[in-house]
């Protein structure tokens, strides 16, 4: 009985480990696999359901040329629970050897009409021809005026007051529906994905096992994931945080604000979309902010809130995102030219702005 007993729990034990292994279930190809050399997937993984991963297809090929593959963490745009608009900067900077955990699930992304409707929006206007740029889907890019600010301050406060007399009211109700959380997201997924990735890394059942380099983590977010990477920078495992229309200013966000800076250890890159972009002052506020022992690059572009996402391979903000990450993580000091070297900047990107500190 005893002998049954035990080979039962061994039974439960070794289903248990099977369930804890990854599981690709779902997988797609965005453009082709991107341009680099080890073609990338976007794959669902039944045992990391709240995250999508992007990938080399051949990883372990990459492995055996290369060694152990880097690490990417990514937090969406508006906290959103889904990576769609980076998913072509994605793809493209794993085809050159990353694994990505990008929150939120797996999920089918859009044909090609989807992302022609944006290419060129915001490139076709700048403030010297428009007062007010507007995407497709309504999202203004051009930053608020004082009163403007002012008004919508004084609409989330009504707002505010509203949902605290609601909720007084249903207070003895039963059943009463529960406030909707701001966000579908919060910053520890960063980090839980990480914890994920490092139990398979160790997992002999796991595809991953031994073929990941822990010792190679960056973090990437883009606007209100950008806070949400600033919230979770000061993980020690993570060596680099890349923050992409994003910046703290004077407000506070997804559990980060300017008192975040304070925390951060580690190289920071920035990179907006210049005067178009609402998050431009944001980033000009943390540039001053971020302590003298910490190396920081910041570049301002000419393509607003939404910079390159939507163009072929995401286009020249996916050009920064693997070469940043090339020299961070994988120490190729040709690629710091980007970011060190004024010529070799005013060559590729003349109509950029370039700004480095504590190097």
Known sequence: MITKKLLALAVAIVAVGALCSAQTDQMQVIENGGTGEYKSVAIGDASLPTHMVYRPLDIKGYVAKNGKIPVLLYANGACANNSLEMSRLLSEVASYGYIILAIGPYEDMPDERFYEQWKGVVRGWYPETKPVAIMGNGERLTPYTEAELAAQAAEREAAQKAAAAAAKKNRNKKNAEPAPAPFRTYPRQLLEALDW???????????????????????????????????????????????????????????????????????MLYINGGTADVAFENANGDWGRIADDIPVVKISTLDGHHGTYYEKNAGAFAVVARMWLNWQLKGKTADSALFMNDDYEKALYPEWTFDRKNW
């Open 197 to 267: 990735l490092t139990d398979q890394n160790i997992n002999p059942e796991s595809e991953y096992y031994h073929l990941i380099d822990l010792e190679k983590v960056a973090a990437m977010g883009q606007s209100c994931g950008g806070a949400q990477v600033l919230a979770v920078a000061h993980d020690p495992r993570i060596k680099t945080c890349m923050i992409f229309n994003s910046g703290m200013g004077e407000m506070a966000m997804s559990g980060a604000s300017k008192e975040s800076l304070a925390n951060l250890h580690t190289p």
